[in-house]
């Protein structure tokens, strides 16, 4: 059965680096039939999707135009996970983060982390 | 960049009722990108329809999605006790790459 583990802390700073880690059960992160996907939910902005790496022969991302500048989004193939990296976070960025599968062809989120609350404060 | 808007923000009905929920498009959607989710307090959102019509994997044929174009709805037969939620649709567009979401209907119980 596919699952996602998130891992991370759960209180940044300002202006640090927010870092995530989703690992990955019963499926791959090399696998040509689904992308991996970080969304946020917040009360202020719902739910908002951050960018996705997937695998087509070779590896590929997609970042959301709203952060574009501070995401990076890698696979780790040798663990079977993926990561997130959101620089210069400011309170905005307080969410709570769920990594999530895209199955190809479908356009959906199927399977999903159990979500991790961050909170950025000094 | 699409905005999906859902109506009405706030649905109040009993067991056994018909929900009917509303998602519409600022432009049109493929219906192949069109999905919806069921989320409860403190929990991930859970995929109850893709393709605009299809049903997850073991989601309940109670639940049932229409539409095409600009407007989509979700239809809950028969609500049961353990329906009441936030429901939200979700649109994918390819170019460039992108998935919005809706604000969300939360159903509650009347």
């Known amino acids: 059965q596919e699952q996602l583990q998130q891992s991370g802390p759960g209180l940044v700073k300002p202006s640090q680096t927010l870092s995530l880690t989703c690992a990955i059960s019963g499926d791959s992160v090399s696998s040509n039939n689904a992308t991996w996907n970080w969304i946020r939910q917040s009360p202020s902005r719902g739910l908002e999707w951050l960018g996705r790496t997937y695998y087509r022969s070779k590896w590929y991302n997609d970042y959301a135009v709203s952060v574009k500048s501070r995401v990076t989004i890698n696979p780790d193939t040798s663990k079977n996970q993926f990561s997130l990296q959101l620089t210069s976070v400011t309170p905005e960025d307080t969410a709570v983060y769920y990594c999530a599968r895209v199955q190809r062809g479908t356009a959906a989120f199927d399977i999903w982390g159990q979500g991790t609350m961050v909170t950025v404060s000094s | 960049e699409i905005v999906l808007t859902q109506s009405p923000g706030t649905l109040s009905l009993s067991p056994g009722e018909r929900a009917t929920l509303s998602c519409r498009a600022s432009?049109?959607?493929?219906?192949?990108?069109l999905a919806w989710y069921q989320q409860k307090p403190g929990q991930a959102p859970r995929l109850l329809i893709y393709?605009?019509?299809s049903r997850a994997t073991g989601i309940p044929d109670r639940f049932s999605g229409s539409g095409s174009g600009t407007d989509f709805t979700l239809t809950i037969s028969r609500l049961e006790p353990e329906d009441f939620a936030v429901y939200y649709c979700q649109q994918y567009g390819s170019s460039p790459p992108t998935f919005t979401f809706g604000p969300g209907t939360k159903v509650d119980i009347k």
């Open positions: 432009q049109s959607v493929s219906s192949s990108y």
């Open positions: 393709g605009a019509s």
